[in-house]
T-cell receptor, first 111, second 114 residues
Framework: LAKTTQPISMDSYEGQEVNITCSHN???????ITWYQQFPSQGPRFIIQ???TKVTNEVASLFIPADRKSSTLSLPRVSLSDTAVYYC????????????FGQGTTLQVKP | KAGVTQTPRYLIKTRGQQVTLSCSPI?????VSWYQQTPGQGLQFLFE???????NKGNFPGRFSGRQFSNSRSEMNVSTLELGDSALYLC?????????????FGPGTRLTVL
């Protein structure tokens, strides 16, 4: 399981694009990167997953450079409702049911 | 389709008691994982069940146990409760349980031990 490091907190304003970078220097060849979002007193929610290059869905984009030692979650035009904790997870394709959550990044979106 | 449900949502117990929490996965999902979340330790993996078998276990004492039924519903039990067991207990379900499989989390059970 890749050890990940991400900023503890970030501030942004409504309408801005937010980029959260995650470092994973010891990522293994078969490891994937997955991001989850968690609101207070709720369970985490899957945002996006990738292996390399760029992945985009209706919520976010994930950029993983060629060396795969870092990744960047991009949230376009954030709103107040995007205020949450964002977790970057590095894991193999197996690891049955076991997700290792770090401290996450608390994103505060201001009006 | 209905999401992951957990019951009860809130629970207050006293030290030494035991507690059973329930999790109903999304229909068709065969894997159920359990996590403990506390302000100090964050989200920590407890165990994972697939087709009634425990496949993976985290680093928790034997007081924490679980099981899964043939309909994929799962329960976790904590015996001899300690103050430090106060936490939000989350379960997650997925089709296969593999980490690349999207895990769908329930709303959690807030356990308070007095």
């Amino acid at each position: 399981l890749a050890k990940t490091t991400q900023p503890i907190s970030m501030d942004s304003y409504e309408g801005q694009e937010v980029n959260i970078t995650c470092s994973h220097n010891n990522i293994a060849t078969n490891d994937y990167i997955t991001w989850y979002q968690q609101f207070p007193s709720q369970g985490p929610r899957f945002i996006i997953q990738g292996y390399k290059t760029k992945v985009t869905n209706e919520v976010a984009s994930l950029f993983i450079p060629a060396d795969r030692k870092s990744s960047t979650l991009s949230l376009p035009r954030v709103s107040l409702s995007d205020t949450a904790v964002y977790y970057c997870l590095g894991h193999g394709s197996g690891n049955t049911g076991k997700l290792i959550f770090g401290q996450g990044t608390t994103l505060q979106v201001k009006p | 389709k209905a999401g992951v449900t957990q019951t009860p949502r809130y629970l207050i117990k006293t030290r030494g008691q035991q507690v059973t929490l329930s999790c109903s996965p999304i229909s068709g999902h065969r894997s159920v994982s359990w996590y403990q979340q506390t302000p100090g330790q964050g989200l920590q993996f407890l165990f994972e069940y697939f087709s009634e078998t425990q496949r993976n276990k985290g680093n928790f004492p034997g007081r924490f146990s679980g099981r899964q039924f043939s309909n994929s519903r799962s329960e976790m039990n904590v015996s001899t409760l300690e103050l430090g067991d106060s936490a939000l207990y989350l379960c997650a379900s997925s089709l296969t349980g593999f980490a690349t499989d999207t895990q769908y989390f329930g709303p959690g059970t807030r356990l308070t031990v007095l």
